[in-house]
């Protein structure tokens, strides 16, 4: 059973950083992308940046890159989200997502496992 649990979010004033954590398990070998998404109140759940787990390659969305870095740990089945320069903006539900196969990296449909969510709130 795959399980898919993010941490690390709070409530930090603009220009702060945050890591978000989330911790796979149950994952085999098909995992084309680990990949995280947020989603703010009344807003579509957007793509934020995921890492192809195959080559290491890692994609963002605009608005985050240079900001934000994704990376992952294999050993330890974790993949990280960390944010600098957090602006409003970005405050947001963040979920950690695994898509297998053949997926769009920035297409959420195409993520299979989901984990609960993190919220995320930044101050001006």
């Known amino acids: 059973q795959v399980q898919l649990v993010e941490s690390g979010g709070g409530l930090v004033q603009a220009g702060s950083s945050l890591r978000l954590s989330c911790a796979a398990s149950g994952l085999t070998f098909s995992r084309e992308f680990m990949g995280w998404f947020r989603q703010a109140p009344g807003r579509e759940r957007e793509f934020v940046a995921a890492?192809?787990?195959?080559?290491?390659?890692?994609y963002y969305a605009d608005s985050v890159k240079g900001r934000f870095t994704i990376s992952r740990d294999n050993a330890k089945e974790m993949v990280y989200l960390q944010m600098n320069s957090l602006k409003p903006e970005d405050t947001a539900v963040y979920y950690c997502a695994q898509a297998g196969g053949r997926a769009d990296y920035g297409d959420y449909t195409d993520y299979d496992h989901w984990g609960q969510g993190t919220q995320v709130t930044v101050s001006s």
């Open positions: 890492v192809e787990w195959s080559r290491d390659a890692t």
